[in-house]
């Protein structure tokens, strides 16, 4: 029972973030949605801390997941590149729900070193994977080009979270997309 209870607390984390937009929900709303009591939430993470640190695990564990499979179907360092762009925005990666958890999570890096060191192994491991896929492509500008495609993936995640309108992912794939190949003529 209890990892179904803290699967059920994960996912109501990241949807209660998502409904409010903010970390300004409590642990009791993040129970109710769940089904279970505040005092089993807190049995199970101990805070609401440790309740968001786990939701931004699982969001950081399907992503790679995804880009793993991605990456495992391409055949060239251009298309596991294009796989990493294309799973950032994925339709399962850039849900309304989980922008926001991550707005929120950038947020909660700035005070909390628990999520500072979350957030800084997912950038550590990005920059390192774009880097191994740009080196072929582009030798010595690989790492400067990672830290830009990076900045630009972030950047549209907190533009996203700062809109109503829907999450267009596609578009954000073509941003990016035309990005890369820009840097990648210039070289």
Same mark, same amino acid.
């Given at each position: 029972?209890e #990892?179904?209870?803290?699967?059920? %607390?994960?996912?109501?984390?990241i949807?209660?973030i998502?409904?409010?937009?903010?970390? !300004?929900?409590?642990?009791?709303?993040?129970?109710k949605?769940?089904?279970?009591? *505040?005092? %089993?939430?807190?049995?199970?993470f101990?805070?609401?801390? $440790?309740?968001?640190?786990?939701?931004?695990?699982?969001?950081l564990t399907?992503?790679?997941?995804?880009?793993?499979g991605?990456?495992?179907?391409?055949?060239? #360092?251009?298309?596991?590149?294009?796989?990493?762009i294309?799973?950032?925005?994925s339709e399962q990666n850039?849900r #309304?729900?989980?922008?926001?958890a991550?707005?929120?999570? /950038?947020?909660?890096? @700035?005070? *909390? $070193?628990?999520a $500072?060191?979350?957030?800084r192994? /997912? @950038?550590?491991r990005?920059? +390192?994977?774009?880097?191994?896929?740009?080196?072929?492509?582009?030798?010595?500008? +690989?790492?400067?080009?990672a830290?830009?495609?990076?900045?630009?993936?972030?950047?549209?995640?907190?533009? $996203?979270? %700062?809109? !109503?309108?829907?999450? !267009?992912? +596609?578009?954000?794939?073509?941003?990016?997309?035309?990005?890369?190949?820009?840097? &990648?003529?210039? &070289?």
């Amino acid at each position: 029972m209890e #990892p179904m209870r803290r699967s059920a %607390l994960v996912e109501a984390t990241i949807y209660e973030i998502g409904n409010a937009g903010s970390l !300004d929900v409590t642990v009791s709303q993040i129970a109710k949605k769940a089904g279970v009591s *505040s005092a %089993l939430a807190h049995h199970y993470f101990g805070s609401k801390e $440790q309740i968001f640190l786990a939701a931004m695990r699982h969001i950081l564990t399907v992503f790679g997941a995804e880009v793993r499979g991605a990456i495992l179907m391409a055949k060239t #360092p251009r298309e596991r590149l294009q796989a990493i762009i294309k799973a950032s925005f994925s339709e399962q990666n850039f849900r #309304p729900e989980i922008v926001s958890a991550w707005l929120s999570f /950038y947020v909660q890096a @700035q005070n *909390s $070193q628990s999520a $500072q060191r979350l957030l800084r192994v /997912y @950038q550590k491991r990005l920059i +390192s994977n774009l880097i191994y896929d740009l080196r072929p492509l582009a030798g010595s500008a +690989s790492v400067e080009l990672a830290h830009s495609i990076a900045a630009l993936i972030d950047g549209l995640y907190i533009r $996203q979270a %700062l809109r !109503d309108e829907k999450a !267009d992912g +596609s578009f954000c794939v073509r941003l990016v997309t035309k990005h890369v190949d820009s840097a &990648l003529e210039t &070289l």
